[in-house]
């Protein structure tokens, strides 16, 4: 990487990037209209790395009514017309394309109270919220690092642009993006850009539940996020203060090494990066301290805190505005998380019955990311079992034996012309899955009408 060269204007490094051929048209057309033009942000940042961008975003010169004329051709949305940002469809690929421009004061620690358009990308850049996000790049300049973010690429640091508390009292959200972007990049956050986050993070309070959540997502799929959730603890909280009580809750067990907070971290960095599946394990154990009683013998119990984590998790859930059916399933894995059965087939095929193949494909997933996180006590044993349990299910699922009523040999209107009639016929059907599930009886319409038959005469 070559150094900075501090006596240019733009710190321009001839580094040569592939954008796609769209971002490419894009910057073309509105250079060949007079105008500059540059990918930047973290399209710029991912290339960089290495890494394929999301989405690519352009900034130019040239002021939105203009950009909406010289890509008549091509669909526009005005996603964010009042901040000089249009987006345009090239190719099937999406582009934002953002005026230079310059915020004014921050009303409400979110939104700027109005917008000036400029013409130096300079001063563009230095509106950014992290020196890896204020990088430049076309074809002809090649990346234009105004603030030292490849340094900090290169060195793994994110560091605000400029003053790191005037960034965050600008908009509250970059305290929670900073965080964001140590896990997902596994980059450390700089001192002074620490320092102001912990500083200003009551004003997270600013933004909403919504914007909140998306980030916070993000973070919790990130690669280090076991460190960000034990750094940044305070942050945490501040989201989701329930959890503060899990950090002074100690388990005396031999079967735990860590307190309730450290365990739900090492248990969310164990288990596959799904935001669902990383927020059952951040809630999972969140009901421990309501329900935390101590023997005589100095050990830590928890019973029902499956319940209570539950009950405690749709609560923190709608308070983040997640969409209704991700609550319920995330609260479904909770209530199911320390469920613990044989490795036989008969509780296996009850569990998939009542729950289904991918239900039982994250319970596995859980049981292994929360045994992981506990002491070495007895672990090998309790793996074996997960483990058996798990082969024994996907033999079950592989085999396709009857799970749900709409497997058996037998229909409604099968028991219809027996003469059941109303809710008989429902009970009748669950009676038989009992039966089936059981291994009581085969199912074969024949012997599924046998069983119902001696069924009525009983009645």
Not at 29 to 50: Q, S, T
Not at 86 to 112: A, K, M, N, Q
Not at 122 to 133: A, E, I
Not at 264 to 286: G, T
Request: charged share 30%; proline share 4%; net charge neutral.
């Amino acid at each position: 990487m070559k150094k900075l060269d501090i006596n240019n204007k733009y710190n321009k490094l001839n580094i040569k990037l592939s954008l796609p051929k769209q971002a490419e048209n894009a910057i073309s057309i509105l250079e060949f209209n007079g105008f500059e033009a540059y990918a930047v942000g973290g399209c710029v940042r991912d290339a960089v790395m290495g890494k394929k961008p999301a989405d690519w975003d352009i900034c130019t010169n040239c002021k939105p009514q203009k950009l909406k004329d010289i890509f008549g051709e091509y669909r526009i949305t005005e996603t964010g017309i009042k901040h000089g940002t249009i987006t345009v469809v090239i190719d099937g690929l999406p582009l934002e394309i953002t005026t230079f421009r310059y915020d004014s004061d921050y009303c409400d620690h979110r939104h700027p109270n109005a917008v000036e358009y400029i013409s130096d990308l300079n001063d563009d850049l230095s509106r950014r919220d992290f020196t890896v996000n204020a990088l430049a790049y076309n074809k002809k300049t090649g990346i234009i690092d105004r603030f030292g973010g490849l340094s900090d690429i290169k060195n793994k640091i994110i560091r605000c642009v400029g003053d790191p508390e005037l960034r965050f009292e600008e908009d509250a959200l970059r305290i929670l993006r900073a965080a964001r972007f140590s896990s997902t990049l596994s980059f450390s956050i700089e001192p002074k850009t620490k320092s102001a986050l912990l500083k200003k993070i009551k004003l997270l309070d600013f933004v909403s539940a919504e914007r909140i959540h998306e980030e916070f997502l993000k973070l919790l799929t990130g690669e280090n996020v076991l460190n960000i959730l034990l750094e940044f603890k305070e942050l945490i909280f501040h989201l989701i203060p329930e959890l503060g009580k899990c950090d002074l809750t100690p388990q005396n067990t031999p079967h735990h090494c860590y307190n309730v907070y450290e365990h739900i971290a090492h248990s969310v960095a164990n288990i596959n990066p799904k935001p669902e599946l990383r927020l059952v394990m951040l809630l999972h154990d969140i009901g421990k301290p309501e329900t935390m009683t101590t023997d005589e013998q100095g050990t830590s119990h928890f019973k029902m805190h499956p319940d209570v984590s539950k009950r405690m998790s749709e609560v923190i859930l709608n308070r983040l505005k997640l969409p209704k059916n991700d609550i319920k399933y995330i609260c479904k894995l909770i209530s199911q998380h320390d469920n613990r059965f044989p490795a036989q087939e008969k509780p296996i095929k009850r569990f998939l019955s009542n729950y289904g193949e991918y239900f039982f494909e994250d319970y596995i997933k859980i049981r292994l990311a929360d045994t992981f996180a506990q002491s070495e006590y007895m672990r090998e044993e309790k793996l074996n079992i997960i483990m058996n349990v798990k082969i024994i299910g996907e033999n079950i699922i592989k085999s396709n034996e009857p799970l749900q009523i709409k497997d058996l040999d037998i229909s409604g209107d099968d028991l219809l012309k027996l003469g059941l009639c109303g809710k008989q016929i429902g009970e009748m059907l669950n009676k038989i899955l009992d039966a089936v599930l059981d291994n009581k009886i085969p199912n074969t319409k024949s012997e599924l009408i046998k069983f119902t038959e001696s069924n009525l005469q009983l009645h």
